[in-house]
């Protein structure tokens, strides 16, 4: 059974900082790339952050870019995403995800983790 279990999520202060894990099993990671998508209340599902098949990183260029940090742990089949300065608008369900496309985008997703809520308020 395919499972991507995500964690880490809560509740934090602008500014603040959370590391997400996402934990998989039940598949040959070798055969997908992984990532992150989030998704705010009224809105689409939105890429965050992933790896490419050349093992490079990519970012959302609009709000990730600096503030967030893909990485991963092969050993332990363990993607995270460390979020520093935190803001308001970066309050969402966060998603890990395997892919096996070339590039990043929610429809071609094909395993998705349960979610892990991030809510940054004062």
């Known amino acids: 059974e395919v499972q991507l279990q995500a964690s880490g999520g809560g509740l934090v202060q602008p500014g603040g900082s959370l590391r997400l894990s996402c934990v998989a099993s039940g598949f040959t990671l070798r055969n997908y790339v992984m990532g992150w998508f989030r998704q705010a209340p009224g809105t689409e599902r939105e890429f965050v952050a992933g790896f490419t098949w050349s093992g490079s990183m990519l970012y959302s260029k609009d709000y990730a870019l600096g503030r967030f940090t893909i990485s991963r742990d092969n050993a332990k089949n363990t993607l995270y995403l460390q979020m520093n300065d935190l803001k308001p608008d970066d309050t969402a369900v966060y998603y890990c995800?395997?892919?096996?496309?070339?590039?990043?985008?929610?429809?071609?997703?094909?395993?998705w983790g349960q979610g892990t809520l991030v809510t940054v308020s004062s």
């Open positions: 995800a395997v892919t096996t496309s070339s590039t990043w985008y929610a429809n071609g997703v094909n395993y």
